[in-house]
């Protein structure tokens, strides 16, 4: 089913077998602006009282699409993709920050899913859509800090649905509905260093993440049939040999988890064959946690590939099905998974069991993007306003 990753610039063949303007925000008293002194290695605990408080809450004018904190923890960039916005959040302080715009307008561009890189003052994005189509398949290095594009990355050829940035050096991994993968160094303009392409045997489009050491990545495709997926682990130091692991998820896997879960057997059924959106590592890499369109997501064994859990937006499970896909991601700690729910509320989960701990309260409508930050005991969840938690 996957073949090898091929390096190159672009030419691979078949593979894998402006202006700105402050925004309302509105600080709620509790104990955000003490989060520097608080470090990651202590667990988020959502069972304890009296559990997580919003600290400051940055209203919007039309949902958000994307979360990504910068690997400081200072700093939160949030994308809005029908207004074409670009928010930035200080972390630390709760408000806009004070040395770069608190908001950009990206309008030419458009903009839907943004990546922090490991520059405090840049950005990745892709571009957002105009009537069902992107206004151009590139991928842009912009810098916040004065509102320029440094860099154009072109190779796609349909719409871009996920970028994820290597954590250790410049490198990232876009991959798009035209079946592709595609290696970038966000220090170099051009091509591509290489390019993965989806057999003809192979449905969908593809999903490709770096894990948290960032010398592994996962790529992922649909079965034909909508069978299931299969997840394939490369190094990425030596990913032109292919994969070192092939997994897996069985659409009968996925729709046993979800009967558990309290799925009827005819929406169980349904929703197993729902196609993923979002792939992420846990941090010690033995738990993957998949979103899906049906507002589904699950965690998958990390070596295995055997399904863990599954997680339903609180309105699926009452009938009221959404086409849209769930926002979750995992804490920092491994401890938990956070998933945003349809009727505003946000389900802190147990990793381990994948039993509810908490529910966070204080959103007007769904909540499409999650984020954790990655060197705090802090979160972030958005509806059509950002809500910084401090946990």
Known sequence: AISHFREGHGRARLF?????????????????????????????????????????????????????????????????????????????NGGPPSDRPPMIKLKREGIRTVRATHHGHCVLFSPGMNGGVPKKNSIYYLSVHDNKILREFEGHSGVINDISMSPVDDTFLSSGVDGTVRLWDCGKSGNNLGELKLPPNVEGAPLAVYDSTGLVFGVSAAMAGGEGYHVHLYDARNYTVGPFSEMTVTRQDIESKLRVGGSTPERAYALSKAEWTSMQFNQSGTQILVGAYGGIAF?????????????????????????????????????????????????????????????????????????????????????????????
């Open 16 to 92: 894998f077998a402006v202006a700105s303007a402050s925004p309302a925000t509105h600080k709620i008293p509790c104990n955000l602006y003490s989060l520097h002194t608080i470090p990651r290695e202590k667990k988020m605990d959502f069972s304890s009282e009296p559990g997580p408080k919003m600290g400051c809450v940055v209203r919007g004018r039309s949902p958000a699409t994307s979360l990504s904190y910068h690997e400081s923890g200072s700093h939160l960039f949030v994308a809005s993709e029908k207004d074409s916005v670009l928010r930035i959040v200080d972390c630390l």
């Open 299 to 391: 965690s998958l064994d990390g070596y295995e590939g055997t399904v863990l859990h599954s997680f339903q937006t609180e309105a699926g499970l009452v009938g009221a099905s959404t086409s849209l896909p769930m926002a979750a991601c995992f804490t920092s700690d491994d401890q938990s998974i956070i998933c945003g729910n349809d009727d505003g509320t946000v389900s802190c989960y147990q990793a381990d069991s994948g039993l509810l701990a908490r529910k966070l309260r204080g959103h007007v409508d769904r909540v499409g993007a999650v984020a954790v930050s990655p060197a705090y005991k802090q979160m972030a969840s958005a509806c059509t306003s950002t809500v910084v938690w401090a946990c």
